[in-house]
């Protein structure tokens, strides 16, 4: 329908692809925030379910990392959100670092890109899992640069996540409009 529409307003016709992605993208982050806002001002938004996933995610992360510093060795205290290894002030997994919003626009992205139905069945899924685990290791990295290279702690938590999570989520886009995301 996008598409269409485009056809009408746009005389280049190699343009009508990319200016369409854009729109599209766009259009998920755009709900992104919406519900983002929704679930930060109303404390009770979708029945508590909001507020439910984040905790839900939060100490997911949490357990999966404090599993991963006991098969290593540390010693550490972990309640809840809150990792604090001996020797390092400690970590709270926070909403803003749970990685929801690559979750989102992830997902978003790929049901709103191409035709291919079957293999978003399985891609959505399989992206999901492995921007998990990239967020767990990127919270790992985080608590294990703080006991041994404190300085480097700053640039890991602003830059290095930015660089290395949406950029993998961008091959990921990238290979599925490529490879996926239409049948043949």
């Not at 404390?43 to 839900?56: A, I, M, N, V």
């Amino acid at each position: 329908m996008l598409n269409s529409i485009l056809r009408k307003f746009i005389r280049d016709k190699n343009l009508i692809e990319p200016v369409e992605f854009v729109i599209k993208v766009s259009l998920v982050y755009f709900i992104w925030r919406c519900l983002k806002y929704l679930g930060e001002t109303y404390p009770g938004f979708l029945w508590g379910g909001w507020s439910w996933f984040y905790d839900f995610i939060g100490n997911l992360l949490a357990n999966c990392d404090a599993a991963i510093l006991s098969v290593l060795g540390y010693k550490f205290v972990h309640q809840g959100r809150n990792i604090v290894v001996e020797g390092a002030r400690g970590i709270y997994f926070s909403d803003l670092c749970l990685g929801i919003a690559p979750l989102f626009i992830f997902s978003g992205i790929i049901l709103l890109f191409g035709n291919n139905h079957k293999a978003k069945v399985w891609f959505i899924p399989m992206g999901l899992i492995l921007i998990f685990w990239i967020n767990v290791f990127r919270l790992l990295a985080l608590i294990l640069i703080q006991v041994h290279h404190k300085e480097y702690f700053q640039f890991a938590h602003e830059y290095l996540y930015v660089a290395v999570t949406y950029g993998i989520i961008f091959l990921m886009v990238i290979w599925w409009m490529n490879k996926l995301a239409f049948k043949k």
